[in-house]
C-alpha cells in the first residue's frame, strides 16, 4: 500500500467525513513526514517508533479506515491496526451538570452577541464547532426546514449514498443568528476556550445523555449529532430525519427549561 497513491483521495474522504480542518491538518502531516509504504503490521510499527508521538497513532488508524472502505482486504487491515500501539490515556468521564450549564447560559448572554448565538446553537442539539459555519452558510441560503419552534438545517451532503447528516437548532437560537451580522466561528472559539464556561464538547456531550435521558431513541441521537461513521442509504436518512423531527421536541423542552432558568439566575 503506497501511500503517495492514496494521499489525494484520503484528503478528500476526511473532508467528506467532516474531520476538523485543523485536526486533518495534523493528520496530513504527520503521514507525510514519515508515511511512504506499508506492506505488513513490521511497517507501520517502525513508523511509529519514528515518529514517537501518539498522534501518528491516529493519523494511521485514520488511513487504515480509509483504505478499508476502498476495498483492501480487511484481515489484513485488522493486521495492521494490531501493530499500531495501544495508548494509555485517561477516559474523559467528565459530563456538566445542569447548573454549569445554567451558569454559562448566564454568563454568555451577557457576552457578544456573536458568541452567544455560536452557544446556544452548540447546546440546542451538540453541533460540533467546526460544523456551525455550513449551518449559518445553509441558513443564510434558506436551505432549512422550519418545523415550528426550531429548524433542521441540512448541514452535509447527500450523493451516491455518501455521509449526509443535519443539525437542529430552536427558533431562539435562528433569532440570535439573524441579529448578528458576521460570526466569526475562529474568533468565536478562542474567546469560548478562554472564559469560564462550559466547553463545546461537554455541550455536546450533554445534549446527547440528555437526548437518551428523554427517551429519544440512540440511533435517533446518533444521527442528530453525526455520530455515524458509515454512510447510509438515502431510505434510511429519510427515516431517522423523519423520527428527528418527530423526536427533537423531547430534547427541546430541556433546553427551554434550561433558558428559563438562566434568565431567572
Not at 36 to 41: A, G, L, N, S, T
Request: aromatic share 10%; with cysteine.
Amino acid at each position: 500500500m503506497k501511500y503517495a497513491d492514496l494521499r489525494d483521495g484520503f484528503v478528500k474522504w476526511l473532508k467528506l467525513n467532516e474531520y476538523d480542518d485543523e485536526y486533518a491538518r495534523s493528520i496530513m502531516r504527520y503521514l507525510d513526514k514519515y508515511v511512504k509504504e506499508i506492506k505488513c503490521p513490521s511497517d507501520v510499527m517502525e513508523i511509529c517508533l519514528r515518529a514517537k508521538t501518539r498522534n501518528i497513532h491516529f493519523a494511521l488508524r485514520a488511513l487504515l479506515n480509509y483504505a478499508m472502505e476502498l476495498g483492501y482486504d480487511e484481515e489484513w487491515i485488522k493486521r495492521l491496526k494490531k501493530a499500531i500501539p495501544n495508548i494509555q490515556s485517561n477516559i474523559d468521564i467528565h459530563r456538566a451538570s445542569e447548573d454549569e450549564i445554567i451558569r454559562s447560559l448566564v454568563i454568555m448572554n451577557k457576552k457578544n452577541e456573536a458568541y452567544a448565538a455560536v452557544y446556544n446553537a452548540l447546546l440546542d442539539s451538540g453541533l460540533r464547532l467546526s460544523e456551525v459555519p455550513k449551518m449559518i452558510e445553509a441558513i443564510k441560503e434558506g436551505k432549512f426546514e422550519d418545523c415550528g419552534d426550531f429548524i433542521i438545517v441540512e448541514l452535509g451532503f447527500f450523493r451516491n449514498s455518501k455521509l449526509a447528516y443535519i443539525g437542529i437548532i430552536t427558533k431562539k437560537t435562528l433569532e440570535m443568528i439573524k441579529k448578528v451580522k458576521e460570526i466569526n466561528v475562529i474568533n468565536a472559539r478562542g474567546y469560548l476556550s478562554k472564559i469560564n464556561v462550559v466547553k463545546w464538547k461537554y455541550l455536546r456531550k450533554y445534549a446527547y445523555d440528555k437526548m437518551l435521558e428523554v427517551e429519544i431513541p440512540e440511533s435517533v441521537a446518533e444521527f442528530i449529532q453525526g455520530r455515524f461513521n458509515l454512510s447510509i442509504g438515502a431510505k434510511r436518512y429519510a427515516m431517522l430525519k423523519r423520527q428527528a423531527r418527530v423526536h427533537y421536541p423531547k430534547y427541546l423542552k430541556v433546553v427551554e427549561v434550561l433558558r428559563a432558568k438562566a434568565r431567572t439566575a
